[in-house]
C-alpha cells in the first residue's frame, strides 16, 4: 500500500470517527431517554405489582374476619371493594345469606357476583349455578332451562351439576325414565367428582333403576 493510500485510510477513518461522535452528540440523548424509560417501566411495574399484592392480602384478612365475627353474613356484606373483589365478596355474602336461610339475599348477591364482568367466567358460572340450585322452581321454566343449557354446554366449568339440576326438573316434569337417562349419562362422564357419582346413583335407585346398567 503507497503512503498515499495509506493517509487517505487515515482520512477516512478520522471522518467517520468524527461523524460517529457528532451523531452521538445529536442524538444520544434518545438512547438516555430509552433507559430511563426501560428503567422507570421496571420499577412501575414492580411496585404496581406489590401494590396489587398488598390490596389482595388485606382484602383476604379482612374476608377472614369477617367470618369469624358473630354475624358473618352482614360482616362480608359490609366490606369494601370493588370490581373483582366486590364480586368475591358477593359471593361470599351469597353463601353466608343461604346457610342462614336468607334466601331473598343470597339469590341477589348472586347474581350481582353472576353479572360482575371483573370476576373470572368461571366464578360468574358458579354465581350463576348456585342460583338456579337455590331458586329451584321459582324461576321461570323457560328462563331456567335456557340457563342450564347454557351452564351445560360442552367445556363449561360446571356442566354437571347444570346437568344434575336437568335431571331433577326432568323428573319434575315426569318424565322419570328420562331423568334416569341424564343421571347414567353423569355417571358415564369422566369428569364426575365422587359427590355428585354418589348423587346421581341415589337418584337412579330412588326412581327404581340400576346405577350399573348403562
Do not use: N
Amino acid at each position: 500500500m503507497s503512503e498515499t493510500d495509506s493517509f487517505i485510510d487515515e482520512v477516512t477513518e478520522e471522518v467517520r470517527r468524527d461523524r460517529l461522535f457528532a451523531a452521538f452528540r445529536k442524538y444520544g440523548w434518545i438512547g438516555g431517554v430509552a433507559i430511563v424509560a426501560i428503567v422507570g417501566g421496571a420499577a412501575w411495574s414492580e411496585w404496581t405489582k406489590a401494590e396489587a399484592r398488598a390490596k389482595a392480602q388485606a382484602f383476604g384478612d379482612a374476608v377472614l374476619a369477617a367470618a369469624q365475627t358473630a354475624d358473618p353474613e352482614a360482616a362480608l356484606a359490609a366490606l369494601p371493594g370493588t370490581g373483582a373483589q366486590a364480586g368475591l365478596g358477593a359471593l361470599m355474602t351469597a353463601a353466608q345469606a343461604a346457610q342462614a336461610g336468607h334466601v331473598d339475599v343470597a339469590l341477589a348477591q348472586y347474581r350481582a357476583a353472576a353479572a360482575s364482568a371483573e370476576l373470572p367466567a368461571s366464578l360468574r358460572d358458579l354465581a350463576r349455578i348456585k342460583a338456579l340450585i337455590l331458586a329451584g322452581s321459582a324461576i321461570d321454566p323457560a328462563t331456567r332451562a335456557s340457563e342450564l343449557a347454557d351452564l351445560a354446554r360442552a367445556g363449561a366449568p360446571y356442566r354437571l351439576l347444570a346437568v344434575e339440576q336437568q335431571a331433577l326438573d326432568t323428573l319434575a316434569a315426569g318424565d322419570r325414565e328420562g331423568a334416569i337417562a341424564i343421571a347414567r349419562g353423569i355417571l358415564a362422564d369422566a369428569g364426575v367428582t365422587p359427590g355428585l357419582q354418589q348423587r346421581a346413583s341415589e337418584l337412579i335407585v330412588a326412581l327404581g333403576g340400576d346405577p350399573a346398567q348403562q
